[in-house]
């Protein structure tokens, strides 16, 4: 009983983290965007002016759609960002704040010797993989990423 409980209320928490991307129209207003999608994820400036509107959700984090505002405050573009040819942009020395426009916030965080930190993003992928980079104490990005198997798959088998 209490594991259909905790299914139950499972399906009801990720029906609530779905998002009306289909409602999003170029020209709309950041109070639009909020309405159609919920409060961001993350906020952030972009380089030629406007912001970026981060909004992560999914099982364990495998979508993040970005929606770029222009300096009025209008909808340029959207994107689901997780995806390869994003990831193929990740290099060498990058700042923090550059991996965070480009893939927002990381599924998982993990602490590393020397004062390094290993982000790790979950993706749309038939082949349960993983994209991971290592951040400096620096905060910039050591040798750029990598596509690796997910250790949550071997959990998600078991269970």
Request: overall charge neutral; proline content about 5%; charged content about 20%.
């Given at each position: 009983?209490?594991?259909?409980?905790?299914?139950?209320?499972?399906?009801?928490?990720?029906?609530?983290?779905?998002?009306?991307?289909?409602?999003?129209?170029?020209?709309?207003?950041?109070?639009?965007v909020r309405s159609?999608?919920?409060?961001?994820?993350?906020?952030?400036?972009?380089?030629?002016?406007?912001?970026?509107?981060?909004?992560?959700?999914?099982?364990?984090?495998?979508?993040?759609?970005?929606?770029?505002?222009?300096?009025?405050?209008?909808?340029?573009?959207?994107?689901?960002?997780?995806?390869?040819?994003?990831?193929?942009?990740?290099r060498d020395g990058?700042?923090?704040?550059?991996?965070?426009?480009?893939?927002?916030?990381?599924?998982?965080?993990?602490?590393?010797?020397?004062?390094?930190?290993?982000?790790?993003?979950?993706?749309?992928?038939?082949?349960?993989?993983?994209?991971?980079?290592?951040?400096?104490?620096e905060q910039r990005?050591?040798?750029?990423?990598?596509?690796?198997?997910?250790?949550?798959?071997?959990?998600?088998?078991?269970?």
């Amino acid at each position: 009983m209490i594991k259909l409980i905790a299914q139950a209320a499972l399906a009801v928490a990720l029906a609530g983290c779905a998002l009306n991307t289909t409602a999003l129209r170029p020209g709309q207003s950041e109070a639009q965007v909020r309405s159609a999608m919920g409060e961001p994820t993350g906020r952030y400036q972009l380089p030629a002016g406007g912001k970026r509107l981060e909004y992560a959700f999914g099982p364990y984090g495998r979508e993040t759609w970005m929606v770029d505002l222009d300096s009025n405050g209008q909808v340029t573009s959207w994107a689901q960002v997780l995806q390869e040819s994003n990831f193929a942009q990740v290099r060498d020395g990058m700042t923090r704040a550059e991996l965070l426009l480009l893939l927002g916030r990381p599924a998982d965080r993990a602490p590393e010797w020397q004062h390094r930190e290993t982000w790790s993003w979950r993706f749309p992928t038939y082949q349960c993989e993983w994209f991971r980079v290592t951040l400096s104490a620096e905060q910039r990005v050591l040798g750029g990423g990598s596509i690796m198997i997910d250790p949550r798959c071997d959990k998600l088998d078991v269970e």
